[in-house]
């Protein structure tokens, strides 16, 4: 097990990542979290029944612990789920001085954080994530739940005390899943680290043989990646827009076939490239596109998501991102593989790109 550590200006808290880091839990309440009144842990429905017992054993036992399960996956992000935990908290008599625990995926992780962020103007939480995807989602503190109009619109800014990414838990996850996660993996060695691109590229051609190993290097690798960002910009002022690379088209994609029918991961890989293909046209990226390509759909990643939508409303969902400003709508760009940069588009653009996507990148 690894202790890495993002550093803030605010505040700063560890990250525990490997096999058997649940056991970091009970030194956080003996330490940092001491004073602790209340835990709720709020669990995904399908990973509490996969793993319920191994937090619970892992949990300090003179603590009071209430559960409560949410629908798996996307499911969990709605205004009426965010009710729900609010409403269990209240009745259950948690306080300022409770810890809320989220425990499974991006999905749970991101509600659970803006339960957390919401309930008496904000508690602590602690996330416990269980995908790979999440060495993303549980890092830096972006909370948020769905609305139909556009993705993670209702949330807030709120650190977690703390990342306890017990590995073991990834044993169960399905191929897709893994796919999903090595989506953002794929996306933090391209916006920051070439020689990483390249390992990726060179040990990873199925996920049926990935080593855990490699596997848990990558995870650290993403998670430096992600924690050096957000240190230098908690609120998305500047730089942490970066980490947004792939994600205009690919929350477009999600929102408009309804979340949850696709995975994050598949969106942000067609994003990706949707992204790589205007970098060449507009940032002066010299890159091999095709080659990026082949070696995607070898891994899995469907590029034919906007097949029979009309660019009109993923057009007007990518002018919802919030990196618009006005009506202007900015996308992350490559100048080079490592170097994002920020820059305007035009409609046009946009819409032979989408082209693009449909006629080459799919076939
Ligand atoms: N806050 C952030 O910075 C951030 C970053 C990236 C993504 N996200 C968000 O994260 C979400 C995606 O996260 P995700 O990919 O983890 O998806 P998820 O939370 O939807 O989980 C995916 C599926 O895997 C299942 N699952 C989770 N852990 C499992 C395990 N150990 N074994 C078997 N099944 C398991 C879940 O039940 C679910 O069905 C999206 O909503 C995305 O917007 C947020
Ligand atoms: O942490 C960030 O900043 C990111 O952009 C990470 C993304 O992978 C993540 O999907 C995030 O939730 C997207 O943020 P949003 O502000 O576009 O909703
Ligand atoms: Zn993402």
Request: with cysteine.
């Amino acid at each position: 097990m690894r202790e890495l550590t993002i550093e803030t200006p605010d505040q700063s808290y560890p990250v525990y990542v490997g096999e058997g880091a649940l056991s970091k839990l009970t030194e956080l309440f003996a330490g940092p979290l001491k004073g602790t009144t209340k835990l709720l842990v709020i669990a995904d429905e399908l990973v509490a029944s996969l793993h319920s017992e191994a937090l619970q054993q892992a949990l300090p036992p003179q603590l009071s612990c209430e559960w409560l399960t949410v629908p798996n996956g996307e499911a969990a992000k709605t205004f009426s789920s965010f009710e729900n935990c609010l409403t269990f908290a209240l009745e259950k008599g948690l306080d300022r001085k409770s810890c809320i625990l989220a425990f499974g995926g991006g999905a749970t992780g991101d509600l659970a954080g803006y339960v957390a962020a919401s309930y008496m103007r904000g508690i602590s939480f602690i996330q416990i994530p269980t995908t790979i995807l999440a060495h993303d989602s549980a890092v830096g503190g972006k909370t948020a739940i769905n609305h139909p109009l556009g993705k993670n619109m209702i949330g807030h800014f709120h650190q977690p005390a703390a990342v306890v990414f017990d590995t073991r838990f990834l044993q169960t996850l399905p191929e897709q899943q893994v796919r999903s996660g090595f989506a953002e993996v794929i996306k933090h060695a391209l916006i920051a680290d070439p020689a990483f691109l390249a390992e990726l590229k060179a040990n990873v051609k199925s996920f049926k043989d990935l080593s855990a190993d490699f596997l848990a290097y990558c995870l650290e690798k993403g998670i430096q990646i992600k924690g050096e960002i957000v240190g230098k910009d908690v609120k998305e002022q500047g730089v942490r827009a970066y980490l947004n690379f792939g994600h205009t088209y690919g929350h477009a994609l999600e929102a408009k076939l309804g979340y949850g029918r696709i995975t994050h991961g598949e969106a942000v890989a067609a994003g990706m490239v949707f992204a790589l293909h205007v970098s060449e046209r507009k940032a002066g990226l010299s890159f091999d596109l095709k080659e990026f390509i082949v070696w995607l759909k070898g891994l899995g990643y469907p590029l034919d998501l906007n097949n029979g939508l009309p660019f009109e409303e993923l057009y007007t969902l990518m002018a919802r991102d919030k990196k618009t400003i006005g009506e202007t709508i900015r996308f992350v760009l490559l100048q080079e593989v490592g170097r994002p940069v920020m820059k305007e588009m035009s409609r046009q653009e946009l819409e032979e790109a989408d082209r693009f996507m449909r006629e080459e990148a799919a076939v």
